[in-house]
């Protein structure tokens, strides 16, 4: 006796087309590059029930880049039918800044020391993807030609500066509260500094949000 269950095939196409289209929906978040999934091997053709099916794609990354692995959850009706992952290699190609010749630490970055090239953000950590990003700021190790210029060694400006006058804000019970103060040391973006706060003279720790901007803990 043959058996024939009515449902729909699922094929290595369908799902190279899920995964491409969630990372197609997600290019606004990430950046500028060509992402390209490579499956390590093409998954076999499978059948669901006859039903409109929802997918649920979830990379192995939070962030997407350097992902290895995208799982995959087919629902019809809020009930899962399939629930499978793909293992791969997902290239991010973009344009980053690297050295075009050899700098030494405390070089003062010009235009002619850097040109863009194409490389696979996946195997790269904080690298430069704006030459603006790094020309006139102050590399901090040796770098040899061709390699990338990696952000996180680069000498950025405070964003505020010792004695600088900035706004405090607080909250407390709902309220918003707001003072002036001065910087006692230089700040960047996140970091916890010194700050003097005018209207009672007294120094506090304050956490920089934004230029000219830090925020206490009330």
């Known amino acids: ?63 997407i880049i350097g992902s290895s692995r995208f799982a995959l959850i087919g629902r019809i009706d809020n009930q899962v039918v399939k629930n499978f992952s793909i293992r791969g290699t997902l290239e991010a190609l973009a344009p980053v800044a690297v050295a075009v010749a050899s700098l030494r630490r405390d070089t003062i970055i010009t235009e002619n020391d850097i040109r863009m090239e ?51 804000f607080g909250q407390k019970n709902g309220l918003e509260l707001t003072a002036t103060g001065i910087a006692r040391t230089d700040g960047q973006e996140g970091q916890v500094i010194k700050v003097k706060n005018t209207s009672s003279d007294k120094d506090i720790f304050c956490r920089v949000t934004a230029p000219g901007l830090v925020e206490v803990q009330i």
Not at 128 to 151: E, F, M, Y
Request: glycine share 8%.
């Open 118 to 168: 194409t490389r696979d953000l996946s195997t790269l950590r904080t690298p430069c993807l704006l030459s603006g990003q790094v020309i006139g700021k102050k590399l901090l190790r040796n770098t040899q030609a061709g390699a990338v210029i990696d952000l996180a060694y680069i000498e950025f400006p405070p964003m505020i500066k010792k004695g600088a006058l900035v706004k405090i």
């Open 1 to 63: 006796m043959t058996v024939h269950r009515q449902g729909t095939t699922i094929t290595s196409e369908d799902i190279q087309g899920l995964i491409n289209d969630f990372i197609t929906a997600k290019t606004r978040e990430l950046p500028k590059a060509v992402y390209t999934f490579t499956p390590t091997d093409p998954p076999l053709p499978f059948m669901v029930p006859t039903g409109k099916v929802q997918w649920e794609v979830t990379p192995s990354n939070p962030g």
